[in-house]
């Protein structure tokens, strides 16, 4: 399956001006769907990437612009943290708290199960919903593995399904 997947060619500048990490490519499109209407008015020419660095305030950057998180229409998951209400599937509108609730109640995540087969039925539009231009599902990997892990570490039996 092609799509929402795949990567674009590199870009020019591939490390972020502002905190000088590698960027990843990310879809014109993306920018176009989600940048405030003041910012895209301000979108230049050429391959952009998105920064995913947590404390870096830039989300996009080109090789004549950047754009930062009060650009973008919707709170960006790299740069929040966890806790913070953190949307980590933008299609489907599923939030980081309820995979965490899930696993640790159950061990597994129904919703994360939800949100896979979803995808891989091609129902998802992360190029355009999704703030970094790509799929959720490492994002959200990798929430289920963190909640794992906090699952067997904490002995809390109150927090366990009744
Ligand atoms: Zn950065």
């Known amino acids: 399956m092609e799509g929402c997947c795949t ?3 590199g870009a020019l500048r591939s490390t972020c001006p502002e905190c000088g990490r590698p960027g990843r490519p990310v879809d014109r499109v993306t920018l ?4 405030r209407p003041d910012a895209l008015a301000r979108l230049e020419a050429g391959d952009h990437r998105f920064c995913p660095t947590r404390e870096c305030p830039t989300v996009y950057f080109g090789p004549g612009d950047s754009f930062r998180r009060e ?3 919707v709170p960006v998951f790299q740069k929040q943290l966890e806790g913070d209400g953190r949307t980590v ?3 489907f509108d599923v ?3 309820t995979i965490r609730r899930e696993v640790v109640t159950s061990g597994d995540s129904a919703s994360a199960d939800r949100i896979r087969a979803l995808v891989q039925s091609g129902r998802c539009a992360c190029e355009v919903r999704n703030p970094q231009g790509t799929c959720c599902l490492g994002n959200v990997a990798m929430v ?3 909640a794992r892990a906090w699952r067997e570490s904490a002995p809390a039996p ?3 399904a009744t």
């Open 144 to 146: 289920v593995a963190s």
């Open 89 to 91: 599937c933008y299609c």
């Open 32 to 35: 176009e769907a989600l940048l």
């Open 95 to 97: 939030a980081e708290a």
């Open 158 to 160: 109150s927090l366990r």
């Open 7 to 9: 990567q674009g060619p």
């Open 71 to 73: 650009d973008v229409l």
